[in-house]
Each structure stands twice: as C-alpha cells, then as structure tokens.
C-alpha cells in the first residue's frame, strides 16, 4: 500500500481520525438527516370546526412570519462564520508550508558533525511535516478549490518530496538504512501516483526541473537500495524528460542534465555488469549489506564496536556518481545493514532515541495518518514491533503435532534473533570526496570524539599514492608517503612538486595521534604498504588491512574493495563469469557462505589479545574474514604472482590461515562448480606461490604480536 493519499471523497472514513477499538470511527463529513414531518389524516372537517380551528391558528400566523427573519439572519451568520473557518484553514495551511519550506532550508545549514548541533533542527523539521502534511490530507477538498488557495496536484508531490528528501538527509546522519527505505516509499508512491504530472508539464520549466531532480534524486536512493530493475526504468524515463526538457524550452543547463544522465548510466553499468545474469538474462539476486549468519563463536571478554567510520575517495579517474566513486560506494554498503523490511510498519523497527520515525501504516484506503516526529514517538507503543507471542495452544494446536509445535517455536525464535540483530545500529560514516588533509583530520578528530568507552573508528582510504624520496629530512620522521588528497582552497601553488606532494598527502605519521583509541585502518591505492610499520605508540589495539599496490587485472573499482564489499560478485568479476544458472548460482552463494564460516573458524583463533577484540564487532568481523578469503582466491589466481599483487596486514596475523589446506580445498570446490579451473593453480601443492607475505612488524608494533 502507498504511503500517500489520494483526493478523499465525501464521507470517507480519515484513518488518522479512527476511534479506539469498539468504537465507530467518526466520519469526515456528518451524514444529514431530515425530522419526519406529522401523519396526515383523511376525516374532513365540518365549517364550524374548520372555522374554530382557523380562529385558534390565526394567533400564531404572525409569529411565524416573524421568524422567517431570524432564520434568514442565522442562515447568513452561519455562512459567514463556515468563510471565516475556511479562511483561517487556508492561513493554517499557509503558515504550515512556509514554516516548512523555512526549516527544510535551514538544513543545508547545519554542522556536519556534532549530533547535538543537528538533531533538534531534525526533529522539529519532521514536527512540522508531521502537521503539513496531515492538515493538507485532511483540508485537501477545500484547498484545491480555486477561490480558497487552488492547491495543484504536483503542490502536493513537491510535500512529499521534500519528506522523501528529509528522510534521505537523515539517514545521511545516521546511517540507519531503514530511513533509506522510507524515502524509497515517498519517492515510488510519487512516481506511482505520478504526482507531477500535468499539461503544465511543456508549458511550464519550472515544474520540469522540480521533476528532473526528484528523479535524480530517486536515483540515488534506487541506487543505494540495490533496486536495479527500478534504477533501469527511471533512466529510461529521466532520459526522455531531458529529451522533451530540452526541446521544448532550449535552456541553457541542457548539457549539464546530459552529463548527469550520463554519469548516472555509466556508474550503474559499473554497479550492474559485474552481478551475473540468469539464462533469461535477468541479473541474479546478491546480498551486499551484512545480513544476520548463524551464531558465531565470539569471546565473552569486552569488546568493540564500530561507532564512527570515515570513508575517504580521491580516484579522479574512477568511475563516480555526484561526490561518491565506486569504492566508496561498496564500503558504504559493507558498513550498512539490510533494511529491516517485514515489518508492518517501515519506520517503526525500534528507531534510536530522539529519531524520527518512519510513516505509519497505510490504512486500507491508502491514507497514511502522518509523518511522525521524534517527540511523538513517546507513548506510541503501538508504533514499535513487538516480539511475537508465543503460540496460543488451543484445543486444535494441542491435538497437533509435538514436533510441529517445536519446530514452529524454533523459527520464532530465529526470526526474534534476527530482529534484534537487524535492530542493533550501524556505524555513523562521514563520507570524503577529495578532501583536503585538514579536513581529513578534522573529522577524523571528530569522530574520536564522539566513541565512546568501548568503541572504536575505522578509517577507509582510496585514493592515488605518493612516495616522498628517502633522501627527504621528512621521511626520517614518519612522512614517507601514502595517500594523495585534494588541493581544493589552496590556490596557486609556489612551492615545487616535491614540496607539494610532501603537504597534500596524508602520511603514516599523520594518523599516529589518532592510535589513542582502538583503531582500525583500510587502505586501497598503490602506496598502501606504507602504512604497513605504523607505531603503536599508545598500546592500544590497532589493525590496519592493506590492499595490493598494483593489480595484473583492471577493473573499474579496487579488487580489494570489491571483495569485501562482496566475494561472491568480486570472484565472478575476477573470473570473467557473466552468465549462471539460478540454482548454481544458489548453491555458489551457499559455498561462499560456508567458506567465511570456515574462515572465521580459523581467524577467531589468533593469539593476540587486543586484535580480538575487534572479532567482536559484526562488520569489523565480517571485513577481517573477507581480507582473508580475498587473500586465498588471489593466491591461487594464475594472473596474481607477485608479491605486490596480494593483500597484507600489519600487524600480518592471518598469513598462516591463508595457507590452511581446508581453505585451499573450499576455494578449489567454488572454481570446480563455476567451471573456471583454466584461471586458477589447481595442484594439490601450491609451494612457492605468493601468499599474503608476513610484514615486517617494527619495533614498537612488537607488543601487538604477543
């Protein structure tokens, strides 16, 4: 059911209005009922009578056409006051759209870091909506009237729109996907009800631009939703409008919505070509978020979570969309969970303190009551999900089945543990598009700030590298290269090259005030053994993942990162498989799945103590077990020979595992069912191929190994 609400007709029932249970709900409009007149009689009257009867009426005849008056007088009060309600409706209505237009504007404004900055101009910006949008659902009849306010259709797509968009914004700040997926409800119930559509339309280049972008904008959150089939027909339709756009008012941001649309199609056939596609040539379902795995072994000693993440991108050459390249838009996957998606209401799986919730449930009339605000969550029980009860064992339940009864008691309880495991927060991100090394710094500073006791930060960098010479007096002090930033601000440089690249790139020795605090670090750039001997000053635990500095295979993304973005997809990428069978690509997903189990078998056996307590988090787990399945299929890759073209770690605690023989023998199976042994080293003994070397710790990133 849609979330909006068409033209309700007269005597329509409002949901929002609906009594408790029991109770009859109270129409919007009063049915009008009619006071029976008195019975006639056929017995006639004799002269006498009738002229008694006109004496004793002839009193009250001037009476009665003395009220006629007071009637007409009411009739017209009565009328001025149902004007005067109208217009105080209309200026309700005003004030409502202007306060909202003023707050949502206001939020381009806001700091980027420091919840407490934001989160009450969120809260009341949803408040507001809250109201709008109910009082236009309700008063829809009078303001479309064009002697009252003449409120137009598209108006009314434009509201919704703006709630997709502060949706949108505020899964932004929280990373909660659930957010994500109620701006996709706003954004398909407007294209359902095609809201904006109209003569107006070629008429009128205004109401086409507010189309064009709601369509980019829907792109996105397609996009991130992993809706292809839907992101394919909106490129199809966003197409045609530019194409009528263009031709009818010849403007002069033409070429500029032709390179949207053409960065829109070439970052989708980046997302879309790898995931191979069924025999009837539709793209076969994958997994891209962390989804719940069964019960792992994990230490009962505390343990980490991954609060804050900072996601830097600065590849001017790979392929991107607005401000997020392909990198980061698997590393923003890899930190997300799935949306949270069977439950009766959207937004209302368990939102954190102080978040909006979601739209409720569409009545059966397709009326959504309201945008609710953060402050009305309070007392709204009804809002959040509730555990399912236990079975009701009546008498026709206790003649079933024993085992029956257990085995639908055992799914209940693996659909209450995935709830609860789908309800635990993602990482708040702070996503980098070529930043300076300041404002990596700053956020980076930010995020520190904001963990607490027992959480830690995760720094990914993609970007170019930089080696500054060894006979530079920088490089004796830990600024030795690593990863180019912008120069974005700094206006014409005077300084020589040298000098240049010693400033804008973020050095080893630059991140060592953040190892205060359990840090993990993900690099991918062809400089990134240089964070390989980063000091552990502060004895906290640190880990840092390092991705191959040059790859024997190009592909539009980091290989690295593809493959913790999602094995199953790199491997098929990597293997040059496009085609598959639904059920072998099934039993293939199923492979994966037990080979990270195995791998994890393996991983949650290290020694080193501080490094464990990363395992205890579910994505810095699931990143650490991908490295490591990453590390075996490149080894065995007949492409892959040189040291440089694998993985590493620092400190390298899984060069070992890699080498396990029932590793070996999982990954072996995988290839043997994909039919791709041509490309890989099949020998039983794989002695004196590269495997993921063990780096050379330094001296003071001893204490990490014991």
């Not at 209940?412 to 300076?436: F, G």
């Not at 990914?460 to 920088?474: K, P």
């Not at 964070?531 to 539009?556: C, D, E, G, K, R």
């Not at 077990?625 to 892959?640: A, D, Q, S, T, Y």
Request: hydrophobic content about 35%; proline content about 7%.
């Amino acid at each position: 059911m849609s979330a909006f609400s068409e033209k309700e007709p007269v005597g329509v029932v409002d949901p929002a209005s609906q009594a408790p249970e029991g109770q009859a709900p109270t129409p919007l409009v009063e049915p009008v009922t009619s006071t029976p007149s008195a019975p006639a009689t056929d017995t006639p009257a004799s002269n006498d009578d009738t002229n008694a009867i006109l004496a004793t009426q002839q009193p009250q005849e001037q009476p009665l056409a003395a009220d006629a008056e007071p009637t007409d007088a009411k009739r017209e009060a009565d009328l001025q006051q149902s004007a005067e309600r109208d217009k105080e409706t209309v200026e309700e209505f005003q004030y409502l759209l202007e306060k909202s237009q003023q707050l949502f504007s206001g939020l381009s404004d806001l700091p980027e870091i420091g919840s407490k900055y934001w989160q009450p101009h969120f809260q009341r910006t949803f408040e507001v909506y809250t109201k709008l949008w109910k009082f236009q659902n309700q008063h829809r009849v009078l303001l479309e009237k064009p002697e009252h306010y003449g409120l137009k259709r598209w108006e009314v797509g434009e509201i919704a729109s703006k709630i997709g968009q502060l949706y949108y914004r505020y899964y932004l700040r929280t990373s909660e996907t659930n957010y994500l997926h109620e701006a996709y409800v706003f954004y398909d119930a407007i294209r359902e009800r095609n809201y904006f559509r109209g003569e107006q339309e070629v008429k009128n280049s205004a109401l086409m631009i507010k189309k064009l972008r709601y369509y980019a904008r829907f792109i996105v959150v397609c996009l991130q939703m992993n809706s292809t089939g839907m992101m394919l027909q909106l490129l199809e339709e966003v197409k045609s409008l530019i194409e009528v756009y263009s031709t009818v008012f010849n403007p002069v941001d033409k070429m500029e919505w032709a390179l949207v649309v053409k960065e829109m199609a070439l970052f989708m056939q980046a997302v879309c070509s790898p995931v191979p596609v069924d025999d009837a040539g539709v793209t076969l379902p994958a997994a891209y978020r962390l989804m719940p795995r069964r019960n792992m072994r994990i230490d009962k000693e505390p343990k980490f979570r991954l609060q804050e993440a900072v996601v830097v991108g600065n590849r001017p050459t790979q392929i991107k969309f607005s401000e997020l390249t392909l990198d980061m838009y698997y590393v923003l996957q890899m930190l997300e969970r799935e949306p949270n998606v069977n439950t009766t209401s959207m937004g209302a799986t368990a939102p954190s303190e102080g978040a909006p919730t979601a739209v409720t449930e569409p009545s059966s009339t397709g009326i959504s009551e309201a945008v609710r605000s953060p402050d009305m969550l309070e007392g709204a029980s009804s809002a959040v999900p509730q555990e399912r009860s236990e079975p009701n064992h009546t008498a026709d339940t206790a003649r079933s089945d024993s085992a029956e009864i257990k085995a639908k008691e055992k799914t209940e309880d693996t659909d209450r543990e995935r709830d609860r495991a789908m309800r635990r927060p993602n990482p708040h991100k702070y996503v980098l598009y070529q930043p300076s090394v300041s404002q990596v710094q700053v956020y980076l500073a930010n995020a520190f700030r904001e963990i607490g006791d027992q959480g830690c930060v995760l720094l990914y960098l993609s970007s170019d590298g930089t080696r500054i010479d060894s006979e530079n007096s920088a490089s004796q002090h830990g600024f030795i290269g690593g990863i180019a930033t912008s120069r974005r601000g700094q206006g014409d440089s005077t300084q020589d090259h040298s000098t240049d690249q010693l400033i804008n790139t973020v050095h080893p020795a630059d991140l060592v005030p953040f190892t205060r605090k359990p840090f993990f670090l993900i690099v991918e750039s062809s400089c990134s053994t240089t964070y390989s001997n980063m000091p552990n000053l502060f004895n906290q635990p640190m880990l840092a993942l390092l991705s191959p500095t040059s790859y024997p295979i190009h592909m539009n993304s980091g290989i690295y990162t593809f493959f913790l973005h999602s094995p199953l997809v790199a491997f098929c990428a990597l293997s040059q498989i496009t085609t598959m069978d639904a059920m072998q690509w099934t039993r293939v997903e199923r492979m994966f799945g037990e080979f990270e189990d195995c791998v994890w078998e393996f991983v949650s056996k290290v020694k080193d103590a501080r490094v464990r307590k990363f395992f205890g988090d579910d994505f810095l787990r699931q990143v650490v077990v991908r490295h490591v399945v990453c590390c075996v299929v490149l080894g065995m890759h007949r492409e892959f020979v040189r040291k440089e073209h694998l993985p590493q770690a620092s400190p390298e605690l899984f060069a070992q595992i890699v080498d396990e023989p029932e590793l070996v023998r999982r990954a072996r199976a995988i290839i043997e069912e994909c039919a791709v042994a041509e490309m890989y080293r099949m020998e039983e003994s794989t002695v004196g191929s590269p495997r993921s070397p063990v780096t050379q710790l330094a001296p003071t990133d001893a204490v990490l190994s014991t």
